[in-house]
Nanobody
Framework: QVQLVESGGGLVQAEDSTRLSCVAN????????MGWFRQPPGKEREFVAA????????VYADSVKGRFTISRDNAKNILSLQMNNLKPEDSALYYC????????????????WGQGTQVTVSS
């Protein structure tokens, strides 16, 4: 069992930066490929970024490429998402996730999910 909890988020201004964290309060993420997904109001959850278990493989959605950075610290059981140059369209409920095996962009591939943290970007 792995329990994930996101932190960070809040109200930020366009072009500003913020950092989200996801910690495993129970279990370890060290053998899990991890990801970040987001769900804007009225829309379905969408892929943001993913990282392999060792951190050597990283994938980003085109919409965040060059602005967001996913990273992990397996020793601390922490997954992070650095978000720079934020845009109003980045406003969403952000979820961290984990899965056994290889890195994946698919929602249905991820077994473990946090409760989500809200990021709202004002223009």
């Amino acid at each position: 069992q792995v329990q994930l909890v996101e932190s960070g988020g809040g109200l930020v201004q366009a072009e500003d930066s913020t950092r989200l964290s996801c910690v495993a309060n129970e279990g370890t993420i060290s053998r899990l490929a991890m990801g970040w997904f987001r769900q804007p109001p009225g829309k379905e959850r969408e892929f943001v970024a993913a990282i392999g278990a060792s951190g050597g493989s990283i994938v980003y959605a085109d919409s965040v490429k060059g602005r967001f950075t996913i990273s992990r610290d397996n020793a601390k059981n922490i997954l992070s998402l650095q978000m720079n140059n934020l845009k109003p369209e980045d406003s969403a409920l952000y979820y961290c996730s984990g899965r056994y095996g290889v890195i994946s962009r698919r929602l249905d591939a991820h077994r473990y999910w946090g409760q989500g943290t809200q990021v709202t970007v004002s223009s």
